[in-house]
């Protein structure tokens, strides 16, 4: 699925991310906007946090981690698709690279994420590495 559906791959790989940031969250009390009065979940601010603290906390990774919410977002709400994917489309070389170079990175920093949060969160009377 990675090399043939590569938009389809990258929401299954969100929302496994999506339900482990909702599982380190979940005694996070839900706000209302004080204007509208519509509750405000903080889901891009909450998955940023997370990948932060389980993948490394630095400016050039926040600025990455809101450029994949950014491209997940994207991908969920407007139907936006890899241009690799597409039958006859016209791409470079440096598109080529730049979409398989972010699918990977994407495909790696979820991982990555639910390992850590895995091996510093064992329960009780777990032994830790």
Request: aromatic fraction near 10%; charged fraction near 30%.
């Amino acid at each position: 699925m990675r090399f043939a559906k590569k938009t389809l791959s990258i929401i299954a790989a969100f929302t496994v991310m999506e339900i482990m940031v909702n599982l380190e969250f979940k005694e996070m009390e839900v706000t209302n906007c004080e204007t509208c009065g519509q509750p405000q979940f903080k889901v891009s601010k909450k998955y940023r946090e997370y990948l932060m603290k389980y993948i490394g906390h630095s400016a050039n990774n926040k600025k990455k981690f809101n450029a994949y919410y950014s491209l997940r977002s994207k991908i969920v709400h407007s139907g936006q698709r890899f241009k690799t994917e597409r039958l006859f489309g016209e791409v470079t070389d440096k598109e080529k690279n730049e979409e398989f170079l972010n699918h990977l990175e994407i495909l790696q920093m979820c991982k990555l994420a639910i390992v850590q949060r895995l091996l510093k969160n064992k329960p009780a009377g777990q032994p830790q590495e």
